[in-house]
């Protein structure tokens, strides 16, 4: 989100927006109305941070400058609409395949997932298995802790949010990518013990003892 920039800088990377050919220094110092040695300061600070990659080289007056582009990063502070998006398509798929198709759906696609994740986990044993998926759901987006029950010989993924909590709500379908997606990558069946979007604190993932 721009709110967690200043003023000069969330113009510069809406003039990065407008232009997706990049700008040079002195491009965003006129842009801007700011001495070169500011926009530098602020090109900088967010080239650190991530928010802007270097373009291709341009010749201005017989000399080559640098351009500045908006990173993969710097685009996704802008607003997005894929919720919406992403309700339109699972509405399409649940009308055409049903409730369980949608659910199956949701499962193929976890499946996939877990297969090209697989290589990550190869020469791990179980339990390594586990501490290096809840690293990888912490990568998604998910807030995971691994807890253990007295009478579980192994631990259990615990993640305190949901990363599509407003789309499980109204496709709680999608809950069974996770569910699948876990049981692919540790050769397991998994137990979804609890769940946020059912009135659960948590989202609660158990391994079922052999």
């Given at each position: 989100?721009?709110?967690?920039?200043?003023?000069?800088?969330?113009?510069?990377l809406e003039?990065?927006?407008f232009?997706?050919?990049?700008?040079?220094?002195?491009?965003?110092?006129?842009?801007?109305g700011?001495?070169?040695?500011?926009?530098?300061?602020?090109?900088?600070?967010?080239?650190?941070?991530?928010?802007?990659?270097?373009?291709?080289?341009?010749?201005?007056?017989?000399?080559?400058?640098?351009?500045?582009?908006?990173?993969?990063?710097?685009?996704?502070?802008?607003?997005?609409?894929?919720s919406?998006?992403?309700?339109?398509?699972?509405?399409?798929?649940?009308?055409?395949?049903?409730?369980?198709?949608?659910?199956?759906?949701?499962?193929?696609?976890?499946?996939?997932?877990?297969?090209?994740?697989?290589?990550?986990l190869?020469?791990?044993n179980?339990?390594?298995?586990?501490?290096?998926?809840?690293?990888?759901?912490?990568?998604f987006?998910?807030?995971?802790?691994?807890?253990?029950?007295?009478?579980?010989?192994?631990?259990?993924i615990?993640?305190?949010?949901?990363?599509?909590?407003?789309?499980?709500?109204?496709?709680?379908?999608v809950?069974?990518?996770?569910?699948s997606?876990?049981?692919?990558l540790?050769?397991?069946?998994?137990?979804?013990?609890?769940?946020?979007?059912r009135?659960?604190?948590t989202?609660?993932?158990?391994?079922?003892?052999?």
């Amino acid at each position: 989100m721009l709110s967690g920039f200043g003023q000069r800088q969330q113009e510069l990377l809406e003039k990065l927006l407008f232009n997706k050919g990049g700008l040079t220094i002195d491009d965003l110092a006129g842009e801007l109305g700011i001495t070169r040695n500011a926009v530098q300061q602020h090109v900088a600070a967010l080239e650190n941070g991530g928010y802007l990659d270097k373009g291709q080289l341009t010749v201005t007056g017989g000399r080559p400058s640098q351009v500045y582009i908006l990173s993969r990063k710097g685009a996704e502070l802008f607003p997005k609409q894929y919720s919406w998006f992403s309700e339109l398509l699972l509405e399409s798929l649940r009308s055409q395949l049903g409730g369980e198709g949608l659910e199956e759906k949701m499962r193929e696609i976890g499946r996939n997932l877990g297969t090209n994740l697989k290589v990550k986990l190869e020469g791990k044993n179980l339990k390594e298995k586990i501490l290096e998926v809840a690293a990888m759901m912490r990568e998604f987006g998910f807030e995971t802790v691994l807890t253990r029950h007295e009478n579980d010989s192994l631990p259990s993924i615990k993640a305190h949010n949901c990363i599509y909590h407003h789309l499980a709500e109204e496709f709680e379908e999608v809950c069974e990518l996770d569910r699948s997606l876990l049981e692919t990558l540790l050769g397991k069946e998994i137990e979804h013990q609890e769940c946020i979007v059912r009135n659960g604190n948590t989202c609660r993932f158990r391994i079922k003892p052999d």
